[in-house]
């Protein structure tokens, strides 16, 4: 993982020096800007491997990469194409060549590894990397088709660098992401879960987990169909978006069920969590086909981790287990309701 995010920095210094060189030599005002600013926000890409790579140094983040060696092989052959694509003297091109170059160097660099890293590491669901990534394109695609003549290979080139950054988003949300209610997938949960225990035990701060199970789910399948089932747990997803905060993670766990990661959460605001989230799901208005209201309401169940000693391996199989026999007690009490949480600590986890 390490090698991964060292060359991944590597790549944005690269692309930066080359921006500088290209700004500093073009003979057109508005172009020099241009490659300036791109410039300054792959400095700025730099900074988020950078940080990534002393997180991992420390280690705050797990290894969230299922295939290290496949993916580190992707970013070398990336570097070789990126590197073959530059030319010895950038400063003797053209204004027109000078933005072909960048076009050919961004396709480069829109690789599929790219975007999944920065969906799999970017905390919560802010998604702050990978909207300031999609302008950083459409700025360089927005000069090419300003200065680029109707028939140029840089007016195609920025008609692929468009489809290709779509594209990869996609497939980048498609890895981490449920397709029919939006919200981070058990792969994703996982991955931001290491990720949170690591922060908890090294600053020594809580962490809540949340499983959310939709009550008589079934039923609602049975009498109103699977599509009105599906279109209820669309909008649970959204109540539950509704009544949290953007740094808590939201999870479709598994077909009816849901998980909520919040950092910076103990046992003490528990309560006015899961009423938030029963209210919210209870107001949820989802009508089926007759246009008569589908009644919702799920169980909670949750765990807290109170991180001691030494960051344990187990904690997160700890705080899960914990979560579910919550889930469970609120189950046998009559559902629509939470159980109590159970604390974790870092010697329980690691016993």
């Given at each position: 993982?390490?090698?991964?995010?060292?060359?991944?920095?590597?790549?944005?210094?690269?692309?930066?020096?080359?921006?500088?060189?290209?700004?500093?030599?073009?003979?057109?005002?508005?172009?020099?800007?241009?490659?300036?600013?791109?410039?300054?926000?792959?400095?700025t890409h730099i900074g988020w491997w950078k940080e990534l790579l002393d997180a991992w140094d420390q280690g705050?983040?797990?290894?969230?990469?299922?295939?290290?060696?496949?993916?580190?092989?992707?970013?070398?052959?990336?570097?070789?194409?990126?590197?073959?694509?530059?030319?010895?003297?950038?400063?003797?091109?053209?204004?027109?060549?000078?933005?072909?170059?960048?076009?050919?160097?961004?396709?480069?660099?829109?690789?599929?590894?790219?975007?999944?890293?920065?969906?799999?590491?970017?905390?919560?669901?802010?998604?702050?990397?990978?909207?300031?990534?999609?302008?950083?394109?459409?700025?360089?695609?927005?000069?090419?088709?300003?200065?680029?003549?109707?028939?140029?290979?840089?007016?195609?080139?920025?008609?692929?660098?468009?489809?290709?950054?779509?594209?990869?988003?996609?497939?980048?949300?498609?890895?981490?992401?449920?397709?029919?209610?939006?919200?981070?997938?058990?792969?994703?949960?996982?991955?931001?879960?290491?990720?949170?225990?690591?922060?908890?035990?090294?600053?020594?701060?809580?962490?809540?987990?949340?499983?959310?199970?939709?009550?008589?789910?079934?039923?609602?399948?049975?009498?109103?169909?699977?599509?009105?089932?599906?279109?209820?747990?669309?909008?649970?997803?959204?109540?539950?978006?509704?009544?949290?905060?953007?740094?808590?993670?939201?999870?479709r766990y598994g077909g009816d069920e849901f998980a909520i990661v919040a950092p910076e959460t103990d046992a003490?605001?528990?309560?006015?969590?899961?009423?938030?989230?029963?209210?919210?799901?209870?107001?949820?208005?989802?009508?089926?086909?007759?246009?008569?209201?589908?009644?919702?309401?799920?169980?909670?169940?949750?765990?807290?981790?109170?991180?001691?000693?030494?960051?344990?391996?187990?904690?997160?199989?700890?705080?899960?287990?914990?979560?579910?026999?919550?889930?469970?007690?609120?189950?046998?009490?009559?559902?629509?309701?939470?159980?109590?949480?159970?604390?974790?600590?870092?010697?329980?986890?690691?016993?």
């Open positions: 993982m390490r090698e991964i995010l060292a060359t991944c920095v590597e790549l944005d210094t690269l692309a930066a020096s080359t921006y500088r060189t290209l700004s500093s030599h073009c003979r057109e005002p508005e172009l020099s800007r241009l490659f300036e600013q791109l410039a300054s926000e792959e400095e705050l983040i797990p290894d969230v990469v299922n295939d290290p060696e496949a993916l580190l092989e992707d970013l070398r052959q990336v570097r070789e194409d990126v590197t073959t694509s530059l030319p010895d003297d950038p400063s003797a091109l053209s204004p027109a060549e000078m933005v072909e170059l960048a076009a050919h160097l961004e396709f480069f660099m829109l690789d599929p590894v790219f975007a999944e890293l920065l969906e799999l590491t970017e905390p919560g669901r802010t998604g702050h990397h990978r909207e300031a990534y999609a302008r950083h394109i459409e700025q360089l695609v927005t000069a090419i088709e300003r200065n680029g003549s109707t028939d140029s290979l840089a007016r195609f080139l920025a008609r692929v660098l468009k489809r290709t950054l779509r594209d990869n988003v996609s497939l980048a949300r498609y890895a981490t992401h449920d397709p029919l209610t939006g919200l981070f997938n058990r792969r994703g949960l996982i991955s931001h879960l290491e990720q949170w225990i690591s922060w908890a035990y090294r600053y020594e701060r809580p962490l809540m987990v949340l499983l959310i199970d939709v009550d008589e789910f079934k039923r609602i399948n049975d009498e109103h169909g699977h599509a009105v089932g599906d279109y209820a747990l669309e909008c649970i997803a959204g109540a539950l978006q509704g009544s949290t905060r953007r740094s808590d993670l939201i999870a003490v605001e528990y309560g006015a969590l899961v009423q938030r989230v029963l209210t919210s799901v209870r107001e949820v208005h989802c009508p089926d086909w007759d246009g008569k209201l589908v009644p919702l309401s799920v169980s909670i169940g949750g765990a807290v981790l109170s991180p001691r000693g030494v960051h344990s391996e187990r904690a997160i199989d700890a705080l899960l287990a914990g979560a579910d026999s919550s889930l469970y007690e609120a189950k046998n009490s009559g559902r629509d309701r939470a159980g109590w949480p159970v604390l974790v600590t870092g010697t329980e986890a690691g016993s």
